[in-house]
C-alpha cells in the first residue's frame, strides 16, 4: 500500500499566522492517465471530512482562497495563507492514484 | 445538492455482522463511484471499498474475505457489510461519493463490545 506520511503531527498557530503542512508518498501519486489523485481533506471537532483541494492543486467550491495545494510526484503541502479560527481541526491527505486508496495519519491545527 | 446519510446500529456483538445503509439525495447512485471510510479512534482512516455505476465492487485487501458493498438502486441507497466484527472494528463509519471523495455522510459511530 502507498505510504503516505503527514508532518509536523500538530501544528500550532496564531490568527492570521500562515502555515503548511507536508504530505509525503512512498512512491509517485502521476497516474498513467497524467492526473495526480492527492487530495486535502479537513475534519473539524464533531464534523464529516470537509474536501478542501483536489488533483493536488485544485480548490473545491466553496472554499476559501486562503487554502492552495502544490506538489508533485511524491511531495505535496498545503498552505493556509492567514489562519481563521474556523480552520481549526485535523488535516489529512489522501491519494487513489494506486489500489487500495490511502491516508496519511493527520495534522491537528490548533491554536497557540 | 448531493447529500448522503448513514443509519445503522450503533452497537455490535463480536463476531456478529455490522449492517450500514448510505441514503443518497440529490444524485444517482447509478453514476460515480460511492464507497464507505472509517475513521478509528486515535485518528486513523481506512478506505474500505466501493460500489460502482455499474455494480462493480472494489474492497481493501485487508478486509476481502470479510467484507460486502451491494445496492438498491430503486432507493438511491447502498450498504456495507462487514462480517465477523472484532473490537478492531470500532470506528466511526462515513459513506462517499468516492469517484472523487467530494461529498461526504455525517458518519455514524459503531462500537463493537459483547
Known amino acids: 500500500d502507498v505510504v503516505l506520511t503527514q508532518t509536523p503531527p500538530t501544528l500550532l498557530a496564531t490568527i492570521g499566522q500562515s502555515v503548511s503542512i507536508s504530505c509525503r508518498s512512498s512512491?509517485?501519486?502521476?497516474?498513467?492517465?497524467?492526473?495526480?489523485?492527492l487530495n486535502w481533506l479537513l475534519q473539524r471537532t464533531g464534523q464529516s471530512p470537509q474536501p478542501l483541494i483536489y488533483?493536488?492543486?485544485k480548490l473545491e467550491s466553496g472554499v476559501p482562497n486562503r487554502f492552495s495545494g502544490s506538489g508533485s510526484g511524491t511531495d505535496f503541502t498545503l498552505k493556509i495563507s492567514g489562519v481563521e479560527a474556523e480552520d481549526l481541526g485535523v488535516y489529512y491527505c489522501?491519494?487513489?492514484?494506486?489500489?487500495?486508496?490511502?491516508f496519511g495519519a493527520g495534522t491537528k491545527l490548533e491554536l497557540k | 445538492e448531493v447529500q448522503l446519510q448513514e443509519s445503522g446500529p450503533g452497537l455490535v456483538k463480536p463476531s456478529q455482522s455490522l449492517s450500514l445503509t448510505c441514503s443518497v439525495t440529490?444524485?444517482?447512485?447509478?453514476?460515480?463511484?460511492w464507497g464507505w471510510i472509517r475513521k478509528f479512534p486515535g485518528n486513523k482512516m481506512e478506505w474500505m471499498g466501493y460500489?460502482?455505476?455499474?455494480?462493480?465492487?472494489s474492497y481493501n485487501p485487508s478486509l476481502k474475505s470479510r467484507i460486502s458493498i451491494t445496492r438498491d438502486t430503486s432507493k438511491n441507497q447502498f450498504f456495507l457489510q462487514l462480517n465477523s466484527v472484532t473490537t478492531e472494528d470500532t470506528a466511526t463509519y462515513y459513506c462517499?461519493?468516492?469517484?472523487?471523495?467530494?461529498?461526504w455522510g455525517q458518519g455514524v459511530m459503531v462500537t463493537v463490545s459483547s
Open positions: 462517499a461519493r468516492t469517484g472523487s471523495f467530494d461529498y
Open positions: 440529490g444524485y444517482s447512485i447509478t453514476s460515480n463511484y
Open positions: 460500489i460502482s455505476y455499474s455494480g462493480s465492487t
Open positions: 512512491q509517485s501519486l502521476l497516474h498513467s492517465n497524467g492526473n495526480t489523485y
Open positions: 488533483l493536488v492543486s
Open positions: 489522501m491519494q487513489f492514484t494506486h489500489y487500495p486508496d490511502t
